[in-house]
């Protein structure tokens, strides 16, 4: 877990960005884990939704980011942490920044439809991931429904189809 921190200190948390990995492969978790401590940063590792959000809910220092990977259960597993942290009542738990990795673009939309605050698609770099996490945790409150609908936008950008030609393609084959 990670380290308690004293609840006395109503300022902006000081020390190392506080993540929580969650992955039901131990050691991706672990693998994880070791890259985001190698910069720095303070981490946590569990194996499933529920004990994250115990976890989120009780850690009296704030956690800066979930990174939610599940190696092993997939995509669906990531999208039913999200979902269970944006409909926990507790304020604590449903602002918290998540940052999904996902195996294939298929859920992107629905995903940052859903209060996603990043997407990593596999395979991905570790400097891909770090830079995302980083710019995660340091947009404003205030950014993050805007960013969520720029990359909305993005990848409708990308899945409309485009307007036909109004004149025939030269060497194209007619059909009456």
Known sequence: MLKRQPKTDTAAPKGPPRILVVDDNPDAARLLGKLFRRVGYEVAEVSDHQVALITMMNE???????????????NGSCLKLLDAVRHTPEARVNNQRVVLILDSARQQMFSWQSGADEIILRPYRAEDLLSAVAATIERPDA???????????????????????SEPTIGAAHFN
């Open 60 to 74: 009296p220092a704030p956690i800066s980011a979930v990174i939610a990977s599940f190696s092993t259960s997939g």
């Open 143 to 165: 950014d993050r429904p805007i960013y969520r609908r720029q990359m909305i936008d993005v990848i409708r950008e990308q899945t409309t189809v485009p307007n036909q030609p």
